[in-house]
């Protein structure tokens, strides 16, 4: 299976078994990128010699000190170039969904950074090789329905475009954290649950374009695509930094169960198989990455918070995704063979920065996750597909997809 399937690994956890062991479940999904909360050495040397891409974090704590050039080099050599080339290191994230924590200093805070990091790899002779991104929530758009008229949030205009024109001159994707769980989750009885689990269903129009859509992921896919045409990037690729289904809840998490998980996962999984693109983005293979490896006991806020994870700590699928590769796990029917491990916290590595190596604090945009309902107005049209029954605005059942961090 040879598919741009990434998938999110989260170390917030005190029973998770070995970097070596995660090698397998990565390859048994056939996943071929990972993507990473911090730069751990013990999981970036796991992966070496394996050919899997990696995009690793330089955490929303460290964005002022990273301004510094001296820092960002020092900080690229110690927890990024000393991997190099056996670990396939692809891109950095600086900062996570960092302008919809509406602190105007961290956001001041976050180009400068991503410029430090791109000099720096500039000037280590790093830069072709590796990206320089940013990871957003989708609460930075304004309105989403219907997709073609997808727009920023205005308050953040300033801080967007110039972030945009980043990506544009140093040709990296930019991020979206896309849920579609808390559009189910914050109205059970109104969003069709097949709508959002890629199940057959009857589907909405957008009366704009005509194009149809039949899972709510590509609609706010495609609602970040009319938003970055309507500033006139529309170049720019749009890659799904996170998205998945949680398989346990508590009894106000709606729809957080194993099967509903199993159908998410499994289905958006089939569908990047498939190689098709959005309605407005037809020929465009997706870039998504499932959220997460493993399920995290640490993670604080409601259960579903530490269920999101495609294994358990035992290495065992909390489902069967129906999907087999040519690996020698197959998802749902055996495990890994390998022994299990000690944790996945690394050790410290040797840097020269006055900042801690990532290794052991992961980025405190990541800690802990919640739905937060933005204040988008509500737009004039409404789900009239046969089979929907009554439906809230398109544009509120996207907006209700928020997924923020927020620091424990």
Not at 75 to 90: F, G, Y
Not at 272 to 300: H, S, W
Request: charged share 15%; proline share 7%.
């Amino acid at each position: 299976m040879v598919t741009p399937l990434g998938v999110n690994y989260g170390q917030i956890a005190n029973n998770l078994p070995s970097p070596d062991d995660a090698v397998q479940l990565v390859k048994s999904i056939g996943a071929t990128k990972v993507k990473l909360y911090d730069a751990d050495p013990k999981v970036l040397r796991a992966f070496a010699n394996t050919g899997v891409e990696f995009m690793v974090c330089l955490g929303n704590e460290y964005l002022s000190k990273i301004q510094d050039p001296a820092q960002a080099q020092s900080w690229i050599k110690s927890n990024v170039q000393v991997h190099l080339p056996a670990t396939k290191i692809t891109a950095i994230f600086v900062g996570n969904e960092v302008l919809t924590f509406n602190d105007t200093s961290l956001s001041g805070n976050l180009l400068p950074a991503m410029q430090s990091v791109h000099a720096s790899l500039v000037d280590l002779g790093l830069d072709k090789q590796i990206t320089v991104t940013t990871a957003h929530s989708l609460a930075i758009l304004e309105s989403s329905y219907p997709p073609s008229s997808g727009k920023f949030r205005r308050d953040l205009i300033n801080c967007i475009t110039p972030i945009l024109s980043f990506h544009l001159k140093t040709g990296s994707p930019f991020l979206i954290n896309a849920y579609p769980y808390f559009a189910y989750k914050g109205n059970p009885k109104q969003v069709s649950l097949d709508f959002v689990l890629f199940q057959p269903n009857q589907g909405v129009l957008d009366p704009a374009t005509n194009f149809h859509y039949d899972n709510m992921l590509f609609a706010q896919i495609d609602a970040v695509h009319s938003a970055l045409d309507a500033v006139g990037y529309n170049k720019l690729p749009v890659h799904i930094s996170e998205t998945g289904w949680p398989s346990k809840g508590d009894a106000d998490e709606a729809g957080a169960t194993p099967d509903n998980a199993k159908k998410y996962n499994g289905n958006l999984i089939k569908t990047i198989c498939q190689r098709k693109g959005t309605p407005m983005r037809p020929n465009c293979d997706l870039n998504i990455y499932v959220f997460a490896l493993f399920n995290e006991n640490m993670k604080p806020g409601p259960t579903s918070e530490r269920n999101y994870g495609l294994f358990k700590p035992d290495r065992t699928p909390v489902y069967s995704l129906g999907i087999s590769t040519s690996s020698t796990t197959s998802v749902g029917n055996t495990t890994s063979s390998s022994g299990s491990g000690s944790g996945g916290s690394g050790t410290p590595a040797s840097s020269g920065s006055s900042f801690p190596s990532t290794a052991n604090s992961s980025s405190t945009g990541y800690l802990s996750i919640s739905s937060a309902v933005s204040t988008v107005r509500e737009g004039p049209f409404a789900f009239v597909a046969k089979g929907f029954g009554s439906m809230p605005p398109f544009d509120r059942i996207i907006s209700l997809n928020l997924k923020t961090k927020k620091e424990a």
